[in-house]
């Protein structure tokens, strides 16, 4: 059975930093597409950002694009996600997703695209 379990989360000032961890249990993440998505409140879950595939780059939402930076520790089988220059609007629940097919087509962005996920992480930046 796969389980994706994220930490990391806090309450931090506007203009710091975090870092998010999700380590994965019951199957290698190292060919494995994984994602953050994250949930503000009253708002639908949005996609942050994914890396796909064994050696595959990290592709970011406009939102965290030069802010957040994924990246993926295959030993440790845990995905990252440092999240730096933070502001108000970042707060919400992160979630960690997990796909483990071998055929990819365009980025997956949609969540629907992710058969695993973590049970997410609250990030609440203060103005």
């Known amino acids: 059975q796969v389980q994706l379990i994220e930490s990391g989360g806090g309450l931090v000032l506007a203009g710091g930093s975090l870092r998010l961890s999700c380590a994965a249990f019951?199957?290698?993440?190292?060919?494995?597409?994984m994602a953050w998505f994250r949930q503000a409140p009253g708002k639908e879950r949005e996609f942050l950002g994914c890396i796909i595939g064994n050696g595959g780059r990290p592709y970011y939402s406009d939102s965290v694009q030069g802010r957040f930076i994924m990246s993926r520790d295959n030993a440790k089988n845990t995905v990252f996600l440092q999240m730096n220059s933070l502001r108000p609007e970042d707060t919400g629940v992160y979630y960690c997703?997990?796909?483990?097919?071998?055929?990819?087509?365009?980025?997956?962005?949609?969540?629907?695209?992710?058969?695993?996920w973590g049970q997410g992480t609250q990030v609440t930046v203060s103005s």
């Open positions: 019951g199957h290698t993440i190292s060919t494995a597409g």
């Open positions: 997703a997990g796909d483990f097919r071998t055929r990819w087509g365009p980025i997956p962005t949609d969540e629907a695209q992710y058969t695993y």
